[in-house]
């Protein structure tokens, strides 16, 4: 390649440039239309939103489908949504307070707002809930006697009476059916010594003594 050779190579590559750039301005201008054209309602961006955040941030605990693949952390899959919505903001106000609630959930809730969460409880409610698991086969009988009917003796009342005969959940009152043992213990525990702060599950919790919640957690966890 001679001297002379060298501007006249640089001049064909910046024409190519040219070109390139206007093809790619094009592109924009092509894109925004096409955005503007599909540009989705408030309640789609919301729906698009809550799916996103579930995915990408709660996703990497609670399970991309919403279930959990670690046992103190809580499947949402199936959960009912009034109940959802109820807990987002008991983190969001920090007054569902026990250890586990104020360090890994009172972080994630603070800037959600009320549609935010309406949305995310949706997602969730309408998820397949996990399937159940059975890991401490011996407790089972006990833990079905004491969801079903109850310990009178012991001033406990049937968990079935709310919570559903086969523990799916009524309006607002939450599913249990398929949770980690390890999470719902948890929960007795810290109804019965006030962390989680719920008068009627401080009451329900009163009278149950350890092995008695942790017949009820395998039952319940062993229920599709
Ligand atoms: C770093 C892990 C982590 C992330 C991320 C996370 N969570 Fe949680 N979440 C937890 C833990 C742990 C608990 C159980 C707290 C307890 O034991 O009281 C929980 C509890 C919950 C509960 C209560 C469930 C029940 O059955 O009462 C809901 C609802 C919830 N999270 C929703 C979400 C949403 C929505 C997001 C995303 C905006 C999210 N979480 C992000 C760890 C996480
Ligand atoms: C009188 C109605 C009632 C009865 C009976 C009852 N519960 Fe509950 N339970 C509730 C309510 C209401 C909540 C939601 C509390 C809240 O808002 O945080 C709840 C919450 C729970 C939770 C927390 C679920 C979660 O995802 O964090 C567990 C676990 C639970 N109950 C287990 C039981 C067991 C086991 C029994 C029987 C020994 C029982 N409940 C009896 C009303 C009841």
């Given at each position: 390649?001679?001297?002379?050779?060298?501007?006249?190579?640089?001049?064909?590559?910046?024409q190519r440039l040219l070109r390139l750039s206007r093809l790619s301005l094009f592109g924009c201008v092509f894109n925004l239309a096409l955005g503007l054209a599909l540009a989705?309602?408030?309640?789609?961006?919301?729906?698009?939103?809550?799916?996103?955040?579930?995915?990408?941030?709660?996703?990497?605990?609670?399970?991309?489908?919403?279930?959990?693949?670690?046992?103190?952390?809580?499947?949402?899959?199936?959960?009912?949504?009034?109940?959802?919505?109820?807990q987002l903001k008991a983190f969001r106000n920090q007054t569902r307070g026990d250890p586990d609630a104020i360090g890994y959930m009172w972080g994630m809730a603070a800037a959600l707002d009320d549609e935010t969460i309406a949305a995310l409880a949706s997602h969730y409610a309408?998820?397949?809930?996990?399937?159940?698991?059975?890991?401490?086969?011996?407790?089972?009988?006990m833990g079905r006697r004491l969801y079903q009917e109850g310990l009178p003796d012991q001033g406990v009342p049937a968990c079935s009476a709310c919570h559903g005969l086969d523990a799916h959940g009524l309006a607002g009152f939450p599913r249990l059916a398929g949770q980690h043992a390890q999470y719902l213990l948890k929960q007795l525990r810290s109804f019965q010594n006030n962390m989680r702060d719920v008068a009627v599950m401080h009451g329900v919790t009163q009278g149950l003594k350890r092995a008695e919640m942790e017949s009820v957690a395998a039952y319940l966890e062993s229920l599709p």
């Open positions: 390649m001679t001297l002379n050779q060298i501007p006249s190579r640089l001049h064909g590559r910046s989705d309602t408030p309640e789609q961006r919301i729906t698009h939103h809550a799916t996103h955040l579930a995915v990408e941030a709660c996703g990497t605990c609670h399970g991309a489908q919403g279930v959990s693949q670690l046992p103190k952390i809580p499947n949402l899959a199936g959960q009912d949504a009034d109940y959802l919505s109820a309408t998820h397949t809930p996990s399937a159940g698991r059975v890991s401490h086969s011996s407790a089972l009988p």
